[in-house]
């Protein structure tokens, strides 16, 4: 059991995507080991789940290893087999001929449901671009495996040379999630995607990386105001607090600048750090434009800072449910709203 929950850990670990949106797959023209000529996308990722890898079959380093755990996937997955495809695509397809990846998939006893891949070497370069591995040297190639679901759009980028186990269990997440509802749907078409900076000077999108999927709670400040601010943080301090071991987990704490200029990431750092803010509280900064793009969008644009709304939005972005309320009113009822649009 704790070699479970070992594994699994390091599942979240090594999960460094769960992409928003279908990656766009192109439909590369590719042969297979038995020297069928296939559209990548149309013949082996539409409508399935699958775990895609990168080799070549004279790698003596990774190779040997991420095939030797696509080999326990298949395995693990038994009469699942047919529900999951696994790809490995040749970096190397000037030497990997079909009958190459013929004889090297025979070695690893790989089953129907397995596809070596390879290509002519402009199309597979166009298709490994496409997927974010492309290198100029061989032996440079990533050990990253893509899993995703083609039907419900969630995917995820892990390390191949974790254990067979996180792999099986990022196929298995793939394959059991379902697509989004509708209110996902529109919540993704209204909110800018803008990359911003959180107070640890981490890259994020704001649907993506921040608000796909939560419970969010949003507010409006700046760290050298003089009226609102303090005590609207301090308040929202408290609703953190209320919130408890949800906060971080299934609901977000936002609070986006309206003086990015000033409000460097290390700025919103010492400030978070004044009122407690624990993992789950992003404090947002960025270029103006981009500020300015979710302020106008969001209804918080004011043309002086110190006029900005004193407002939070709290809402359920995947399952819809929208609510205002103020930002320095009662802590348990912004908490008990938030708990329940989070249910």
Request: charged share 20%.
């Amino acid at each position: 059991m704790v070699g479970l929950a070992f594994a699994l850990s390091l599942a979240q670990a090594f999960s460094t995507l769960a992409v928003a949106e279908q990656p766009r797959i192109p439909d590369t023209a590719v042969q297979d080991q038995d020297g069928r000529h296939l559209s990548f996308y149309s013949d082996l990722v539409k409508g399935h789940t699958v775990a895609i890898d990168f080799i070549f079959t004279t790698c003596a380093t990774v190779c040997p290893m991420l095939t030797a755990n696509f080999r326990q996937v298949q395995k693990e997955l038994g009469d699942n087999v047919r529900d999951v495809r696994l790809i490995s695509v040749s970096v190397d397809p000037a030497i990997d001929t079909p009958a190459r990846l013929k004889r090297f998939a025979a070695q690893y006893d790989a089953a129907p449901g397995w596809s070596f891949i390879t290509g002519d070497k402009t199309e597979i370069d166009r298709l490994l671009g496409a997927l974010g591995v492309l290198v100029q040297n061989k032996l440079e190639h990533s050990p990253a495996v893509l899993i995703g679901n083609d039907i419900s759009g969630h995917w995820q980028r892990i390390s191949g040379l974790s254990s067979s186990l996180v792999i099986l269990h990022t196929v298995e997440e793939a394959a059991a999630s379902q697509p989004e509802s509708s209110a996902a749907a529109q919540a993704a078409a209204y909110f800018p995607n803008v990359e911003l900076l959180t107070q640890d000077g981490v890259k994020v999108h704001l649907f993506d990386d921040v608000l796909r999927g939560k419970t969010v709670l949003l507010d409006f400040m700046f760290t050298s105001c003089t009226a609102v601010c303090s005590p609207m943080t301090a308040n929202l301090a408290r609703v953190q607090k209320r919130l408890g071991e949800h906060v971080g987990r299934d609901i977000v704490m936002i609070s986006i600048t309206v003086d990015p200029e000033a409000d460097t990431p290390s700025v919103l750092k010492n400030y978070a750090a004044k009122f407690g803010a624990k993992p789950g509280w992003y404090f947002l900064t960025g270029s103006k434009a981009n500020i300015d793009v979710i302020l106008s969008k969001l209804g918080g644009y004011v043309k002086d800072k110190n006029e900005h709304s004193s407002v939070v939005i709290v809402g359920n972005v995947a399952h819809g449910g929208w609510q205002k309320m103020l930002g320095i009113g009662n802590p348990d009822a912004i908490a008990n709203v938030t708990l329940d649009l989070a249910r």
